[in-house]
C-alpha cells in the first residue's frame, strides 16, 4: 500500500516519467519479495521516494525539471555501491559522482542491470565486505 505523500509524488510527475518510474517502483518491490528481504519502508526522503530494507542501502529514484530527459537513481554515497556499480557497468550505465544512476527516458529501461544494483543496496550490510559486494 503507497503511502499518501508517495502517491502524491508519483501523481505529480510528467505521464512519460510517472509511468517509467512507477516501473521501477515495481522492481524495486519485486526484488524485496523475490529474494525474501523482509518488509519494505517506502516513503519520501529528500523529497524522492525511497526503498529501504532492514539488510541494506536506501534506494531512491528520481525525475527531476531541471533534467527533464533524465531520471535518477540515488544510493547511499557512503557507500561503496555506485563505485562497484562503476566497475561492473561503465559501458552500460552513466553515472552522478558517487551517488546515482543517470538514466535515459528515451532509452528502453536496462532492467537486468538495474536489478543488479538495486538487490546488492538492498543487501549492502550483507555483502559490503565481499570483493565488488559479491558480485
Known amino acids: 500500500m503507497m503511502q499518501l505523500a508517495v502517491r502524491k509524488k508519483f501523481d505529480g510527475y510528467p505521464e512519460h516519467a510517472k509511468s517509467i518510474l512507477l516501473e521501477l517502483r515495481s522492481l524495486v518491490l519485486d526484488i524485496v519479495h523475490e529474494q525474501n528481504l523482509g518488509e519494505v519502508e517506502e516513503t519520501l526522503k529528500w523529497g524522492e521516494p525511497s526503498y529501504l530494507v532492514k539488510t541494506g542501502s536506501t534506494v531512491r529514484f528520481d525525475w527531476k525539471q531541471k533534467s527533464p530527459d533524465s531520471y535518477f537513481i540515488y544510493f547511499n554515497c ?16 552513466e553515472f552522478q559522482g558517487n551517488r546515482a544512476i543517470v538514466l535515459r527516458l528515451s532509452e ?24 565488488l559486494l559479491g558480485a
Do not use: A, G, Q
Open 108 to 131: 528502453p529501461m536496462p532492467t537486468t542491470i538495474l536489478r543488479h544494483c538495486i538487490e546488492l543496496s538492498l543487501k549492502y550490510k550483507k555483502v559490503r565486505h565481499l570483493p
Open 78 to 93: 557512503k557507500t561503496k555501491l555506485v563505485d562497484t556499480f562503476r566497475e561492473l557497468y561503465s559501458n552500460d550505465l
